[in-house]
């Protein structure tokens, strides 16, 4: 058996091997394909890590199966049977199905399982045939992480025989308790406000971890929907893994959320490596944990040793390491291909429908360093609408700007994946390439000095550079692209010689910082006590991604249209004639300065690349080194 090669029995005991496998971040990616590219995609999907956890549990008869959440929002299959397969109440969600049929233990929600509201939430979970537990959502409004009524079963203890060493079958009791970012009632705010709360991780699991106790878990597994970030606690932490792992009563770590992958030289966070943090041994504080990047790509694989000491089981060794699907293979499981084969069928028709037509390829592979045509696109749609809806209201006159951000500008775990859509018939995949979250549309209240912090926070993505040095890199890899809003609308010059306001995680680093200056709107300077309506997604009117800024900021309008809709009826009137985007902003000037950027191989075809850019040869992941002078 696998266990006496990963550990040495003691045989005048009885001991077990227990094997804990996670999938996480699967956002709906059941088949393996890509319903953007409309291609096979044989690296991802549950169908595809179904058989690693079959070989897995070929392997070690007693095996449990859990999931980390995010699993029912993310590509055009999600958004389909959410918002247009008529899926009500007592219906089976074909992701729900699959890991029925798969046999799941348990599960968590992540924060994007609030993305298509509670109601659908609830129909979706009611069906599961396994505990989903959350012990940091709250029902109504949070106030106390100990008497809060959580939004479903903050805990579960799950009741098995295992086999021991000793071929004896014992019971096992497992505790799993979920956590999930505290964000996401911001993130979700017109879903969630009134209805839902949440509480620091740490904060909710201290709370509950002395019932789960005391109810005979023999062992916790932390099903935490959440990231290998910081070492110490900060109340409302997004990612909150390792001070989580730190607490008593805590035996194992299922993290999630960053899509990132623990253990192995894969994690990406060398630099936290310590005590707290060992990628080679897999642990937190010691204790075993792992994360499964995302969409199926991985299965985490935690192997215990358990101990009998009385009438219960204490974990006595560990190891843990991450399985990657084989993408030289292509087959899918038939259990999960039985379950998403309608749905994808329908998704294929979706999203191979015409919506309009492009004179111009479109893509955005300079979007991070240049104004871009598809951010253009986005500010138009979206614009279009917010006239209509503020016309007649009090707000009609107030100057509109349109924010947005780029979405699929390559980056981690997904270097190569662009927007790039050629000339002529525009697809609804494309729409979704443009587009890929369900986001509403809000539209809010801002003044020059509010848009000036605001734009102080999306500058943010570009680190801090050197005058008159020409080799060193431009973009902060920790700075998710789709905090990088453009605020179409206004002229602005953004001066990376300067250092950020905020830190990556949205803090405050120094208040006097100033790398966004000239803003202007019509030619003129914009002043600080001048008052705006900005069109933008929810996701931000919420204050997502820590624009303090924005989350402040009076909600003028909060439609119910998604800014995916937005964009296939701006496509469908024929609104998308430019040819080249408008110059909303520029970098400062300084000769004799430059800093490289990686880009993917697509943007080899995409010319003429923006002034003062020049390939220079290979960079990281595949990517094309690039030097941009200023
Ligand atoms: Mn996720
Ligand atoms: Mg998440």
Redesign the pocket.
């Known amino acids: 058996m696998i266990y006496r090669q990963l550990f040495s029995l003691d045989t005048s005991r009885v001991q077990a091997h227990l094997r804990i496998l996670q999938t996480t ?1 699967l956002h709906l990616h059941l088949m393996p394909y890509d319903y953007f590219t409309d291609l096979p995609a044989p690296g991802i999907g549950l169908g595809r890590t179904a058989g690693l956890i079959r070989a897995c549990r070929r392997q070690a008869p007693n095996c449990l199966l859990f999931d980390n959440g ?1 699993f029912l929002q993310g590509n055009p299959l999600s958004d389909w049977i959410a918002q247009d397969s008529g899926f009500g109440p007592g219906d089976l969600h074909p992701m729900i199905a699959a890991m029925n049929a798969l046999g799941y233990d348990g599960g968590t929600l ?3 399982e609030f993305n298509y509201g509670l109601d659908f939430l609830e129909r979706a979970i009611a069906r599961a045939g396994f505990p989903i537990v959350s012990a940091n959502i709250t029902r109504g409004a949070a106030r106390d992480p100990a008497t809060d009524p959580t939004f479903i079963a903050p805990w579960a203890v799950l009741t098995r025989e295992i086999t021991a060493a000793d071929g004896q079958r014992y019971p096992l009791r497992i505790g799993i308790i979920g956590f999930a970012p505290p964000q996401l009632a911001d993130w979700d705010r017109h879903h969630l406000e009134g209805r839902v709360g949440t509480h620091d991780i740490v904060h909710a699991a201290q709370a509950h971890l002395p019932a789960l106790r005391a109810a005979g878990a023999d062992l916790v597994v932390a099903l935490c ?1 959440s990231g290998i970030g910081e070492e110490h606690h900060a109340p409302g932490m997004e990612n909150a893994a390792v001070p989580l792992a730190a607490l008593p009563g805590i035996d194992v770590v299922l993290a999630g ?1 960053t899509h990132g992958l623990f253990p192995g030289p894969g994690f990406d966070g060398a630099d936290r490596a310590g005590p707290a943090v060992d990628p080679a041994g897999g642990t937190l504080h010691g204790k075993p944990a792992v994360m499964a990047g995302q969409f199926g790509s991985h299965l985490g694989v935690v192997d215990l040793l358990l101990d009998r000491q009385g009438d219960a089981w204490v974990p006595v060794a560990h190891a843990t390491r991450l399985a990657r699907v084989d993408d030289a293979a292509t087959d899918c499981d038939p259990t999960v291909r039985a379950t998403a084969q309608a749905a994808h069928d329908a998704v294929l028709a979706r999203i191979r429908k015409p919506v309009g037509q492009t004179p111009v390829p479109l893509h955005n592979h300079f979007a991070l360093i240049a104004p871009d045509l598809t951010l253009q696109i986005l500010a138009d749609a979206q614009r279009a609408h917010a006239i209509v809806a503020l016309a007649g209201t009090d707000s009609a006159d107030l100057p509109l700007l349109s924010a947005v951000a780029p979405f699929r500008v390559g980056g981690r775990g997904s270097p190569a994946q662009y927007i790039d859509i050629p000339a002529g018939p525009l697809l609804m995949r494309h729409v979704a390439e443009f587009y890929p979250f369900p986001n509403l549309v809000s539209i809010v209240a801002v003044s020059g000095a509010g848009l000036s912090d605001w734009l102080e926070r999306a500058a943010g993505q570009f680190l801090q550079i050197a005058p008159g040095v020409t080799d060193q890199p431009l973009i902060d890899p920790e700075f998710p692209c789709y905090n990088f809003d453009v605020m179409d609308g206004l002229t602005y010059e953004i001066d990376p010689t300067q250092p950020a306001r905020h830190l990556a995680d949205g803090r405050l680093s120094d208040p006097q910082a100033q790398r966004v200056r000239d803003i202007r709107w019509q030619g003129r300077p914009v002043a600080a006590d001048q008052m705006f309506a900005v069109v933008t997604n929810g996701y931000r009117a919420g204050g997502g991604g820590f624009f303090e800024a924005v989350r402040q900021a009076p909600v003028l309008h909060q439609s119910q249209v998604s800014v995916r809709e937005l964009v296939v009826a701006h496509f469908a009137r024929g609104d998308n004639t430019a040819h080249d985007a408008r110059p909303v902003w520029r970098f400062a000037s300084h000769p004799g300065t430059a800093a490289w950027v990686d880009i993917g191989p697509g943007a080899r075809a995409c010319l003429p690349a923006p002034a003062g850019l020049v390939r220079i040869g290979p960079g990281a992941e595949g990517l094309d080194r690039y030097s941009l002078r200023f």
Request: glycine letters at 14%; zero cysteines; aromatic letters at 0%.
């Open positions: 971040d995010d992540g924060n994007h929907h959320h």
